[in-house]
């Protein structure tokens, strides 16, 4: 690589890892009384600092774009309360600065912002309204990674943004059962089987132990005709009824479909956003697992079931 191409991606890299916070930190160093020879002394205070809040925004459009779109292909019977907090878990604040630590952002001398703690970060509430938080080296991190994800983009073209993010965000192992929470699964279930179709589901006793023992158990499962849609067990029957209805409901939402059976409509884009220069051996493999010679639109499927559900 020419010298002068490594500066410039190296400006870029500096850049993304410059948080607008230092801004405050040479406001704050600049109204210091100090006399002109100390002032030259410290060529910090006359720089003129490029931080990556466009940068972020950007690299935060393009992972929703391309985790969203994933997800709901993947799993085509998703909710979309339920998809968002999918979207959150894999590449949410929490996940990037974890991800951002092991690309060694957070190590000594890379990340330029605010440590003194004067400066902020306004969040939203679950209500609609904000709240201001101290600003952590996560949040940092974590902006750091959104704005390095928009250098990606534009060095190397949509298809290294994409195999990038599959790669490394998209492969973390979670725990989605847990994101499906549901208030009345029973009532849930019942009009997701009217929507299909189906039959009205019913709850059938499968086995018990110890009715009138202090630890009884129940196994209960919930069928639509003759098929199975899943099974829970309680202490109680209602109980057991209850997770039973929840089981189906997870077995319906979190069905997967085969990776090489749809195309992602974001390789629409690949030849538009092509790139400034080769993708890199580290990430040819990855880009073309998830790159497509044409792209077929599937199906938009049936409208969810939004009453009584909390997911």
Not at 140 to 166: D, K, N
Request: positive net charge; aromatic residues 6%.
């Amino acid at each position: 690589m020419p010298e002068e191409e490594f500066d410039r991606r190296m400006t870029l890299v500096r850049v993304a890892c410059t948080h607008p916070s230092v801004l405050s930190v040479q406001q704050t160093a600049s109204s210091l009384p100090m006399s002109v020879q100390e002032r030259k002394q410290v060529p910090e205070l006359h720089e003129t600092i490029e931080h990556n809040a466009q940068l972020a925004t950007l690299g935060n459009s393009l992972l929703g774009m391309i985790s969203a779109e994933f997800f709901h292909l993947k799993f085509p019977h998703l909710p979309t309360r339920v998809l968002k907090a999918f979207v959150s878990a894999f590449v949410g604040p929490s996940t990037l600065a974890d991800v951002g630590s092991e690309m060694g952002i957070l190590s000594q001398g890379v990340q330029r912002w605010d440590r003194t703690g004067s400066s902020s970060l306004v969040r939203r509430t679950h209500r609609g309204g904000t709240s201001t938080v101290p600003l952590l080296s996560k949040d940092v991190a974590a902006q750091s990674v959104r704005a390095l994800v928009a250098v990606m983009f534009q060095e190397l073209g949509m298809a290294a943004t994409r195999g990038f993010i599959h790669s490394y965000l998209l492969s973390r192992r979670l725990d989605l059962a847990s994101l499906l929470k549901f208030h009345d699964p029973k009532r849930v279930l019942s009009t997701t089987c009217k929507k299909y179709g189906k039959p009205v589901p019913q709850s059938r006793m499968i086995a018990e132990t110890g009715r009138l023992s202090i630890n009884p158990v129940f196994v209960v499962g919930v069928y639509s005709g003759a098929v199975k849609l899943g099974e829970g067990t309680g202490s109680s029957i209602r109980m057991a009824e209850y997770r039973a209805a929840e089981d189906a409901l997870r077995r319906l939402y979190l069905s997967e479909k085969p990776d090489d059976s749809f195309t992602l409509p974001s390789t629409t884009l690949d030849d538009a956003f092509s790139g400034q220069a080769p993708l890199p051996h580290s990430l040819k493999m990855a880009a073309s697992r998830t790159m497509a010679p044409v792209h077929v639109p599937q199906p938009l499927g049936r409208s969810e079931v939004l009453h009584e559900s909390r997911g």
